[in-house]
């Protein structure tokens, strides 16, 4: 299992409802800050975070992300 963070920058309020709505998605929160929501994934394979992500980006009102994977 790969778990990774994904920051979302959108100006649009309930993001973290809207990535909620997506399967690979454990949890997701708004926050302040530089970013507006937080996305927190678990997927099988590495190359699943941009599959993921790229669903991310295709969310109307998403300006930009940022990706963090979880090293152990």
């Known amino acids: ?15 973290s409802v809207k990535l909620k709505k997506l399967t690979s998605i454990v949890d997701s929160f708004p926050t302040s800050g530089q970013f507006d929501a937080v996305a927190i994934i678990d ?17 109307s009102g998403v300006e930009r992300t940022e990706t963090m994977v979880e090293v152990q």
Do not use: C
């Not at 099988?44 to 969310?59: A, D, G, S």
């Open 1 to 15: 299992m790969v778990r990774a963070i994904i920051l979302v920058k959108s100006p649009k309020k309930l993001m």
């Open 43 to 59: 997927v099988e394979q590495l190359v699943q975070i941009k599959e993921v992500t790229t669903e991310i980006q295709k969310i």
